[in-house]
Protein backbone atom coordinates (compact mmCIF):
# COMPACT_ATOMS: atom_id res chain seq x y z
CA UNK A 1 0.00 0.00 0.00
CA UNK A 2 1.70 3.21 -1.31
CA UNK A 3 0.78 4.70 2.60
CA UNK A 4 2.97 2.40 4.13
CA UNK A 5 5.06 3.16 1.65
CA UNK A 6 5.79 6.71 2.32
CA UNK A 7 5.64 5.48 6.35
CA UNK A 8 8.18 3.26 5.72
CA UNK A 9 10.49 6.47 3.78
CA UNK A 10 9.71 8.69 6.72
CA UNK A 11 10.85 6.11 9.13
CA UNK A 12 14.42 5.65 7.12
CA UNK A 13 14.74 9.10 7.31
CA UNK A 14 14.31 9.78 11.14
CA UNK A 15 10.87 10.66 11.33
CA UNK A 16 8.08 8.36 13.72
CA UNK A 17 4.48 8.63 13.48
CA UNK A 18 3.10 10.19 16.64
CA UNK A 19 -0.78 11.01 15.62
CA UNK A 20 -2.96 11.20 12.73
CA UNK A 21 -5.25 14.09 11.46
CA UNK A 22 -8.40 13.64 9.23
CA UNK A 23 -5.48 15.42 6.79
CA UNK A 24 -2.56 15.36 8.74
CA UNK A 25 0.20 13.20 9.89
CA UNK A 26 2.34 14.12 13.36
CA UNK A 27 5.68 12.99 13.10
CA UNK A 28 8.66 13.07 16.01
CA UNK A 29 12.23 12.88 15.32
CA UNK A 30 13.67 9.07 15.80
CA UNK A 31 16.64 7.13 15.08
CA UNK A 32 16.41 6.56 11.01
CA UNK A 33 14.74 3.40 9.92
CA UNK A 34 13.87 2.63 13.87
CA UNK A 35 10.61 1.81 13.16
CA UNK A 36 8.55 -0.16 10.19
CA UNK A 37 4.81 0.50 9.39
CA UNK A 38 2.39 -1.59 7.76
CA UNK A 39 -1.09 -0.25 6.72
CA UNK A 40 -4.48 -2.30 6.58
CA UNK A 41 -7.71 -1.84 5.28
CA UNK A 42 -10.66 -2.46 7.75
CA UNK A 43 -13.22 -0.04 6.17
CA UNK A 44 -15.68 -3.19 5.74
CA UNK A 45 -15.35 -4.40 9.23
CA UNK A 46 -17.50 -3.47 12.06
CA UNK A 47 -16.25 -0.58 14.53
CA UNK A 48 -16.02 -3.81 17.21
CA UNK A 49 -14.31 -5.66 15.04
CA UNK A 50 -11.55 -3.14 13.77
CA UNK A 51 -11.39 -2.43 17.63
CA UNK A 52 -10.70 -6.00 18.34
CA UNK A 53 -7.94 -5.91 15.54
CA UNK A 54 -6.67 -2.86 16.95
CA UNK A 55 -6.15 -4.98 20.56
CA UNK A 56 -4.91 -8.17 19.17
CA UNK A 57 -2.29 -6.04 16.82
CA UNK A 58 -1.29 -4.12 20.47
CA UNK A 59 -0.95 -7.69 22.04
CA UNK A 60 2.27 -7.99 19.93
CA UNK A 61 3.42 -4.08 21.00
CA UNK A 62 2.62 -2.49 17.98
CA UNK A 63 1.10 0.57 18.30
CA UNK A 64 -1.86 1.18 15.89
CA UNK A 65 -3.98 4.62 14.54
CA UNK A 66 -7.04 4.77 12.26
CA UNK A 67 -7.26 6.55 9.53
CA UNK A 68 -9.53 8.13 7.07
CA UNK A 69 -9.52 7.13 2.97
CA UNK A 70 -11.88 9.71 2.16
CA UNK A 71 -12.62 13.39 3.42
CA UNK A 72 -15.80 13.56 4.54
CA UNK A 73 -16.58 17.12 6.45
CA UNK A 74 -20.20 16.83 7.29
CA UNK A 75 -21.70 15.35 10.17
CA UNK A 76 -24.53 12.87 10.75
CA UNK A 77 -23.62 11.34 7.35
CA UNK A 78 -24.44 7.63 7.01
CA UNK A 79 -23.51 5.72 3.60
CA UNK A 80 -24.52 2.26 2.79
CA UNK A 81 -21.48 -0.22 2.10
CA UNK A 82 -22.91 -3.79 0.59
CA UNK A 83 -19.16 -5.22 0.97
CA UNK A 84 -19.37 -4.74 4.26
CA UNK A 85 -19.70 -7.55 7.25
CA UNK A 86 -22.66 -7.29 9.35
CA UNK A 87 -22.22 -4.58 11.46
CA UNK A 88 -20.60 -2.54 8.90
CA UNK A 89 -23.32 -2.41 5.96
CA UNK A 90 -24.73 1.07 7.19
CA UNK A 91 -21.80 3.07 8.60
CA UNK A 92 -21.57 6.16 9.84
CA UNK A 93 -19.40 8.78 11.53
CA UNK A 94 -20.20 6.64 14.75
CA UNK A 95 -19.38 3.38 13.20
CA UNK A 96 -16.46 3.20 10.84
CA UNK A 97 -16.75 6.51 8.61
CA UNK A 98 -13.22 7.43 8.77
CA UNK A 99 -11.91 4.91 10.29
CA UNK A 100 -11.32 2.79 6.68
CA UNK A 101 -7.19 2.30 7.54
CA UNK A 102 -5.39 0.58 10.36
CA UNK A 103 -1.80 1.90 10.67
CA UNK A 104 0.39 -0.39 12.47
CA UNK A 105 3.77 0.31 13.83
CA UNK A 106 6.45 -1.54 15.17
CA UNK A 107 10.40 -1.69 15.82
CA UNK A 108 12.31 -2.58 12.72
CA UNK A 109 13.22 -5.78 11.84
CA UNK A 110 15.45 -7.51 9.13
CA UNK A 111 12.40 -8.91 7.27
CA UNK A 112 9.58 -7.11 5.68
CA UNK A 113 6.75 -6.26 8.08
CA UNK A 114 3.65 -8.04 6.78
CA UNK A 115 -0.06 -8.11 8.60
CA UNK A 116 -0.67 -11.22 6.68
CA UNK A 117 0.37 -15.01 7.34
CA UNK A 118 -0.40 -15.82 4.14
CA UNK A 119 -0.99 -15.29 0.41
CA UNK A 120 -4.82 -15.79 0.85
CA UNK A 121 -4.97 -13.79 3.77
CA UNK A 122 -3.67 -11.05 1.82
CA UNK A 123 -5.87 -12.19 -1.65
CA UNK A 124 -9.31 -11.87 0.96
CA UNK A 125 -7.86 -8.35 2.12
CA UNK A 126 -7.62 -7.03 -1.40
CA UNK A 127 -11.08 -8.82 -2.59
CA UNK A 128 -12.86 -6.61 0.17
CA UNK A 129 -10.93 -3.45 -1.18
CA UNK A 130 -12.19 -4.36 -4.78
CA UNK A 131 -15.72 -5.45 -3.75
CA UNK A 132 -15.99 -1.79 -2.07
CA UNK A 133 -15.38 0.02 -5.36
CA UNK A 134 -16.91 -2.70 -7.80
CA UNK A 135 -20.17 -2.38 -6.34
CA UNK A 136 -20.88 1.22 -7.05
CA UNK A 137 -19.47 0.76 -10.29
CA UNK A 138 -22.02 -1.86 -11.07
CA UNK A 139 -25.20 0.18 -9.88
CA UNK A 140 -24.09 3.33 -12.03
CA UNK A 141 -23.61 1.35 -15.25
CA UNK A 142 -27.04 -1.02 -14.20
CA UNK A 143 -28.45 3.01 -13.26
CA UNK A 144 -26.85 4.32 -16.80
CA UNK A 145 -28.14 1.16 -18.67
CA UNK A 146 -31.70 1.44 -17.01
CA UNK A 147 -32.00 4.91 -17.08
CA UNK A 148 -31.57 5.01 -21.42
CA UNK A 149 -34.54 1.73 -21.68
CA UNK A 150 -36.52 3.89 -19.43
CA UNK A 151 -36.03 6.53 -21.91
CA UNK A 152 -35.68 8.88 -19.06
CA UNK A 153 -32.69 10.70 -21.04
CA UNK A 154 -30.62 10.73 -23.42
CA UNK A 155 -27.45 8.99 -24.31
CA UNK A 156 -25.60 12.08 -23.81
CA UNK A 157 -27.59 12.80 -20.32
CA UNK A 158 -26.50 9.07 -19.46
CA UNK A 159 -23.01 9.59 -19.61
CA UNK A 160 -23.01 11.31 -16.20
CA UNK A 161 -23.96 7.29 -15.11
CA UNK A 162 -20.84 6.15 -16.48
CA UNK A 163 -18.51 8.60 -15.93
CA UNK A 164 -19.24 7.88 -12.19
CA UNK A 165 -19.47 3.46 -13.13
CA UNK A 166 -16.34 4.43 -14.52
CA UNK A 167 -14.55 6.41 -11.96
CA UNK A 168 -15.37 3.25 -9.23
CA UNK A 169 -13.76 0.68 -12.20
CA UNK A 170 -10.61 2.23 -12.37
CA UNK A 171 -9.78 1.08 -8.59
CA UNK A 172 -11.74 -2.36 -8.98
CA UNK A 173 -9.40 -3.02 -12.38
CA UNK A 174 -6.19 -1.91 -10.40
CA UNK A 175 -7.27 -4.69 -7.46
CA UNK A 176 -8.23 -7.09 -9.96
CA UNK A 177 -5.20 -6.77 -11.44
CA UNK A 178 -2.89 -6.88 -7.87
CA UNK A 179 -5.35 -10.39 -7.27
CA UNK A 180 -4.48 -12.01 -10.65
CA UNK A 181 -0.44 -10.91 -10.14
CA UNK A 182 -0.79 -12.30 -6.09
CA UNK A 183 -2.72 -15.33 -7.65
CA UNK A 184 0.00 -15.72 -10.36
CA UNK A 185 2.86 -16.50 -7.16
CA UNK A 186 1.19 -18.84 -5.35
CA UNK A 187 2.02 -22.32 -5.98
CA UNK A 188 -0.15 -25.04 -7.54
CA UNK A 189 -2.62 -26.99 -5.85
Known amino acids: MAQAKW ?10 LVDTGKLSYTFEPCEPGEYQYAVDFVGNMSRAHGEDYADFLAG ?15 RGKVRWNPAGEPGARIISDRTTLDRELIIVERRAEAKPFTLYNSVEDELEAVRSMRSRSLYPAVIFAALGILALALKLCTPVQSLAFWVVAAIFAVPSAIYTWRIARMRSKMPPG
Open 7 to 16: LNRMSLRGWR
Open 60 to 74: FGYRTWFKNVNLQWS
